[in-house]
């Protein structure tokens, strides 16, 4: 464990903890962000006593991605929502920006330290160790995917930064310097596979021993994890963070069943009810979205930030001696279809898929016949046959299609395909792709 007193901490303690770092932020925003003194002031709470302690948090109200947008928009580059100087910040990471205009988030040397103290943390319950050689498949430039470099200082691995987009430089830095760990998205693990096989490369032959995914969801899935395991004869972890929040929010150990929270100390994690917004308690097998809280922020600090993650919570004892809750994260709000009422994670389709190995692929997708979140039955998907089969076994669409109108309440329209037509992606997969929709429409 990189902090093994904090991984292993009662989380009656951690909570005690966590109440004063919450006041102490809380006087923060008082007395530095203008966005928050408003936000809250508009919402009743005249001050920083009238907010009350973290017991109470579940009262104030979220803050949604789309105020910050708005903010920097109304003063850029970094509107109301910055709290510290702006000579304080040390680095500025953007956004994609493919639903506009990119978002700035600025960090102090402290905010920093806080990104690579819970990449530590959690690459080192993931299996990385000092001294071991590492090739990192996420971009290190403007985007705050590569902060994950100063995680990989603290734990002391040797780091070969590649990035996306030039696979061949990636194998060749792991076959010559001889990493033996890599740092990429779900997706990009299959892709490497693939590409490994289309031009002469036995993935074995790499020698990773470890893998751990982030980016997006997939790296906990048994299907997915199984063949990449199966392909490279490493071990697969995932980690799950938030550019706003931090890298490395959750990260799995060597026990595989679930992320723990790697943020301890940094962050306040709340489970809520999606379309209520009620607070859920940390009950196995509960069900809910993820809102986050900074403890310790100074550039731009966050409270009760609505990450539009939802997942499912395992409280079982972890025999590695980390407490508290474990999580997998079964979807996005954004990736979410409601067909005639029912609320449908396309990782759920996935875990049907799951069942009829081998013969069906780990790669399908979603061909919505319109925009938008509701859609009407039946749903199209395109799977993928596994490789090796030629034709559609007999019955097996039927089969699917009754299986997942049974667990799912969802009537599909599947169409196989063979082995290898789908997009393989170098960064994150479309689950839900609407291009069949954007044809007719031209």
Known sequence: MFDREVETRDPRDQFRIDH?????????LYQRSEFYRRKLREAGFRDRHSV??????????????????????????FGAHLACNPSDLVR?????GTTGVPCYLGLTHSDLETYATNVA??????????????AVGFNAGPFVAGAVYYGFD????????VGTGNTERLVTAIQKVGATGISCTPSYGLYLIDWCHEHGVEPRSLGLTNMITAGEPGGGDPMIRGRIESAFGCRVRESMGIGDISLSVWAEDEDGKGMNLAARGFVYAELIDPVSGRTLPWEHQAEGELVYTALRRQAMPMLRFRSRDHVIVNMQP??????????RCIGRTDDMLIIRGVNLFPTAIRSILN???????????????ARGVSQDPPLPIIVELAKGIGAEPAGLNERVRIEIRSKLLVSTQIAFVPYGTLPRETYKYRLVDYSDVASKLN
Do not use: W
Request: proline share 9%; net charge positive; hydrophobic share 30%.
């Open 318 to 327: 972890n025999p590695t001696g980390r407490t508290g809750p474990r999580i």
């Open 52 to 77: 009350g302690a973290l017991d109470r948090i579940a009262d104030l109200p979220f803050t949604e991605k789309d105020e910050i947008r708005k903010t920097q928009a109304e003063n850029p580059p």
């Open 121 to 134: 943390r959690g690459y080192t319950a993931a299996g990385f160790s000092r001294g071991q050689r590492i």
């Open 154 to 161: 603290r734990i002391g691995c040797t780091v070969i930064p």
């Open 20 to 28: 004063e770092l919450y006041a102490k932020q809380i006087d923060y």
């Open 92 to 96: 500025v990471y953007s956004t994609s």
């Open 355 to 369: 069942e009829f190995s081998p013969d069906v692929g780990e790669m399908f997708q979603i061909r919505p016949k």
